[in-house]
């Protein structure tokens, strides 16, 4: 079998999120043979056995496409448009150095994904993309899509912090049923341990710092409405700032412009080194304004003289080949066996572990039964070589509409674990 597997014509809705979860990416990248599961990947489309872009049979009458600008990458030099039609129909294109359009696949959508800051296929027709681990980064150079649970704010795509929202069925007093949800704030370190840091009722969004760690505006409800900190990307630390809504941020001069919660002079200009502030000036406004054009700027738009021509036919055009490869975080020694799992965390020093996977690779039987009487209440029956056990999960239990258990659930199945290596 391939290392790499092909994307085929329409986005399956194998994509979208189970309660038990999907098969992701690890880190480094490895071949289905390697992984031992189905494949199962996002499909794209269906390419010729020699991997080279399938050409598309010309429409005989036009369609009247509509444009717009999306990215541009400057590794390779492509312009990146979205072009969709009166009939409903969507399609990315691009144009490279040559002057030569191409297309992906009806439904397929690249696009620069503003808190990765890389290209990724399009999963937000499937759903809320916060609700998800997993995002599929495409590689414009390479024409590889991986898909995988990723993390911003450090170094790389590897290491930092990542956002999952969690939702949850509810009754209110009068037996009423509403959804529930919160957000878990996952850190992934250098050494590859991926912790759950907390859980809270609303997100924080956060900015990389030169020092490796991360700038982060939270709304504060004791001291509305928002707050600056920072927090550490090894250890989850946070250290708190000032109560503010964050305006610009000069990275290289370590300074921040603030909008001040409470306060006469509500502008001030905040210096990360000795944590001082003093009022803003109009000086200071314009300053940070063109440093913030200047840097700010990281996801690139095409220029005006690549538009695509108003005749141009999507449908007609190229269309690129994509193929997928999977992301590994986690190998585990589970049941006498090897597990390859695309995702792990410890929560409160307990490791939890994908029952999706687990079902995969190991043999374990999974049931579940929707619980009569209760809003959302679901039960679950795991069988594995030495018995079976019933739960209810609990919330920490489900992270991105996933079932995670842990070792001492396996243990009583007869899948002890016998160690387990994070990928760095």
Known sequence: MNKKRHFGTVARSAVMLTILGVTVLPSPYVGAEDLAVQDQALSIQNPSATGQAAQVPAQKSAIKWKFSPSFYDQATGYSYYYATADQMSSRTIYLDPKGEWHAFAEGVTIHRDYTLETPVVDRMKYGDPMEGLYSTVYDPSKETATRGAYFSGGSNLQHGFRYVKNYYKRQDAQGKEYTASDFSLLLRTRSGVIREIERVSNRLHFKAMPDGNVLAIQYSIPDKPYEILTISTETGKKKHLAYAQLDYYDAKGGRLLITLNKTVSPHAVYTLADGKQRPATEQDWKEFESISMTEGNRVKMPDSTTVPPTDLQPQNLPVTSVQSQDQILVRAAIGGRAVNLSFAFV??????????????????????TKLS???????????GPGGSVSLTPTDPMMIGGQLFIGSDTLKRIGLPVQGVNWNP
């Open 347 to 368: 929560q409160n020093g307990r490791t939890l572990f994908p029952v999706r996977e687990l079902a995969e690779q190991t043999g374990l039987e999974v049931k579940q």
């Open 373 to 383: 009487g209760k809003a959302g209440g679901t039960s679950f029956t795991l069988k």
